[in-house]
């Protein structure tokens, strides 16, 4: 399975975007599919993940202003994004989680990543 990222940009502070994530193949069998962030000089962080039965579950950072989705039949994961803040500046990268096979091996698949910028 392969993640592709995309909808990131330039937007200023208190704007929105909309990231998408397509797979290559099917994400019903993912069971935790999330977006990711890293920032200049920072760690990646989890920003918001969502499990195959649709429970969401947000950064407190995000809380309230962002909103994760997926759709099974479209094979995409999207993250709506609110009252954009400049230090919600980063690169946004896809997550997928899947645990397959007789021994529950799980794998972990990324996308390429999404800059987002946000001026104040």
């Known amino acids: 399975v392969q993640l592709q990222a995309s909808g990131g940009g330039l937007v200023q502070a208190g704007g929105s975007l909309r990231l998408s994530c397509a797979a290559s193949?099917?994400?019903?069998?993912?069971?935790?599919m999330g977006w990711y962030r890293q920032a200049p000089g920072k760690q990646r962080e989890l920003v918001a993940d969502?499990?195959?039965?649709?429970?969401?579950n947000y950064a407190d950072s995000v809380k309230g202003r962002f909103s994760i989705s997926r759709d099974n039949a479209k094979n995409t994961v999207d993250l709506q994004m609110n009252s954009l803040k400049p230090e919600d500046t980063a690169v946004y990268y896809c997550?997928?989680?899947?645990?397959?096979?007789?021994?529950?091996?799980?794998?972990?698949?990324w996308g390429q990543g999404t800059l987002v910028t946000v001026s104040s």
């Open positions: 193949g099917s994400v019903a069998s993912m069971n935790l």
């Open positions: 997550n997928g989680e899947e645990i397959r096979g007789r021994w529950s091996t799980k794998y972990i698949y």
């Open positions: 969502i499990t195959s039965g649709g429970s969401a």
